[in-house]
């Protein structure tokens, strides 16, 4: 009995430990981003063109894998429903939601053309895309950005430390300072939160 009392403490700690370091990266990732006046500044000339953008009755595309593409469909969910207060819906969708599609294009061509073609399909001349992708080296991703390059679309990207091939081809470019993929993806949530907000109050007050 006082062998299993021993391992269920000890297991209670580590589990303790495992939770107080996710929390404790999660806020490193975030302090770091706080503290860069590159990064912020950044985020100010995004959420300007995004600004503009809409106003100009543009749209904004965004797309992501795994959890970067939950990332991409939560961000264009806050600006089509709302985010602090209710106002009339901005034109913003993830790429991936038609399944359909995305497993039609992926059989017949490649999963590496999947976003470009609709990109090819749906992006016009000042549009904004937005890719996300914790490496910044995702074919996919890469392929849609360089397609909205062509096309004189606003291209944006939010990556991890490195920033990946997209570092060299996107208009703006957020490296988040970590090479922990959760916290990543974390810091990637918070900053398009603050876009959300930034875009909603700029075009709607309040």
Do not use: W
Request: glycine share 8%; aromatic share 6%.
């Amino acid at each position: 009995m006082l062998l299993y009392q021993n391992v269920t403490i000890k297991k209670v700690f580590m589990n303790k430990d495992l939770i107080t370091q996710a929390i404790k990266g999660s806020i490193e990732a975030k302090r770091r981003i706080l503290e860069d006046r590159e990064i912020l500044s950044t985020i100010e000339k995004i959420s300007e063109e995004i600004v503009t953008a809409l106003k100009d009755g543009k749209k904004v595309l965004l797309c992501g894998n795994g959890g970067s593409a939950a990332d991409a469909q939560h961000l264009a969910a806050e600006f089509t429903g709302r985010f602090y207060f209710d106002r009339e819906p901005l034109f913003a969708e993830a790429l991936h939601v038609n399944s359909s599609y995305l497993t039609a294009v992926a059989n017949d061509y490649s999963y590496d053309e999947v976003y470009a073609r609709l990109v090819r399909a749906k992006g016009r001349e000042g549009d904004v895309l937005i890719g996300i992708s914790t490496s910044g080296d995702s074919i996919n991703i890469i392929k849609a950005i360089e397609t909205a390059n062509n096309a004189k679309m606003i291209t944006v990207g939010l990556t991890g430390e490195s920033g990946g091939k997209m570092k060299a081809i996107c208009k703006y470019l957020i490296k988040v300072p970590s090479t922990d993929t959760p916290r990543i993806q974390e810091a990637h949530i918070l900053i398009g939160h603050i876009i959300c907000e930034f875009v909603e109050k700029e075009i709607f007050g309040g």
